[in-house]
């Protein structure tokens, strides 16, 4: 019921920024929690941040903490991420996800953004 799209990946300079934006689309799409994931070339995805529906609430993972910020804006339907004084070990694809809870199960995924950052 929820359709993701990511944009906003690039190629950047460490110590830069970048914006990140995630449109959805879906009749139900704004009852969802939002999160943001990435994943380097041989590793896991991990979870970056995540968002309640009315934006109450966000989480962080330790790595991104004080550098990324999560927002939504539910009357255009899109989801983004602030990223601040970006390096080189933030490259990733960057995927957004929509579940049910801030900290249940993503079920929907978008293909993903490439995030490279030079040093």
């Known amino acids: 019921q929820v359709q993701l799209v990511e944009s906003g990946g690039g190629l950047v300079q460490a110590g830069g920024s970048l914006r990140l934006s995630c449109a959805a689309s879906g009749r139900a799409s704004s009852t969802y929690a939002m999160g943001w994931f990435r994943q380097a070339p041989g590793t896991e995805r991990d979870f970056v941040a995540a968002i309640s529906w009315n934006s109450d609430t966000t989480y962080y993972a330790d790595s991104v903490k004080a550098r990324f910020t999560i927002s939504r804006d539910n009357a255009k339907n899109t989801v983004y991420l602030q990223m601040n004084s970006l390096n080189p070990e933030d490259t990733a694809v960057y995927y957004c996800?929509?579940?049910?809870?801030?900290?249940?199960?993503?079920?929907?995924w978008g293909r993903g953004t490439q995030v490279t950052i030079s040093s």
């Open positions: 996800a929509a579940g049910e809870g801030i900290g249940g199960t993503y079920k929907y």
